[in-house]
């Protein structure tokens, strides 16, 4: 359903890390994006803290991938790696960002996990949408603490260089990127047609992922990486029969208006 008007974006996804978006709903932004949607990432740090390569290193990264996934804006917020914490000035950053992209569906990380960074961020994020809400709450622009993505493709037309805080905004949906936590999923996107792009769009992350000296031990080989990868996308994809899928959790029940058009065999 639905784009939103003009030059907003209608899918958004935040998470703390770069690479996080890659791993869990990457491939349903290229699914957006390939059927005509503006779909955007914010992430909330630059990876200071990596034992492989510098903030500068991900950022190029970061853009690659962005390009990969084929997506319209890609920033990053200056908050500590490993310090992601809901605080007031932190919400008012992404309340701004969420006020100039304007997206119709918000995908978080799930709230819970083993990295505090991913529940915090789905928190922070979700009480930042309240405040972007709030017609009468000013929210200071948030450019300052912005890294933008130097994204240049056909696909990439909407650039925001100065970011400007229009009227209040509050996303339609919330959705959560389960991958990270063991939870059963709402709902499944089939990613079958994108899943080797977006394993393209993680490998763009050579600091961390190419196979090398640094922190070997830490960090698998590319093809221990591969399979982990293509194990998860299989076995949500089995959930609903189809090859490779990424796993969401919402909060709200579902809306039927035709039953005999619900997907995924029972027997
Ligand atoms: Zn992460």
Redesign the pocket.
């Known amino acids: 359903m639905a784009q939103s008007p003009n030059d907003s974006i209608a899918v958004l996804a935040i998470?703390?890390?770069r690479?996080?978006v890659e791993q869990t709903c990457g491939g349903t932004l290229l699914k957006m994006a390939e059927r005509g949607y503006r779909t955007a990432i914010l992430d909330l740090t630059r990876g200071e803290m990596g034992t492989r390569g510098t903030a500068a290193d991900r950022t190029r990264e970061a853009t690659e991938a962005a390009r990969i996934l084929r997506v319209s804006w890609r920033g990053a917020l200056d908050i500590p790696d490993g310090r992601v914490e809901n605080t007031w000035e932190n919400r008012l950053m992404v309340a701004a960002v969420i006020r100039t992209l304007r997206p119709r569906v918000l995908i978080l990380p799930y709230e819970k996990g083993r990295?505090p960074?991913?529940y915090n961020a789905s928190k922070l994020s979700y009480e930042a949408c309240f405040l972007a809400g709030l017609s009468k709450l000013e929210v200071p622009p948030a450019e300052e603490h912005l890294d933008i993505a130097p994204l240049d493709s056909a696909n990439s037309k909407f650039e925001i260089q100065k970011l400007k805080i229009s009227t209040a905004h509050r996303p339609f949906k919330i959705i959560y990127a389960s991958l990270?936590y063991d939870v059963r999923p709402t709902f499944v996107v089939d990613i079958t047609d994108q899943f080797d792009r977006r394993f393209e769009a993680l490998m763009a992350y050579r600091s961390q992922y190419e196979d090398q000296q640094a922190g070997r031990g830490l960090f698998p080989a590319r093809a221990e990486i591969r399979q982990r990868v293509e194990t998860m996308a299989r076995f949500y994809g089995l959930l609903a029969g189809v090859t490779y899928a990424e796993p969401f959790v919402q909060h709200e029940v579902g809306l039927v208006e035709d039953i005999t058009a619900l997907p995924v065999k029972s027997i």
Do not use: F, G, M, N
């Open positions: 998470a703390a890390h690479d996080d990295h960074d991913h990270y």
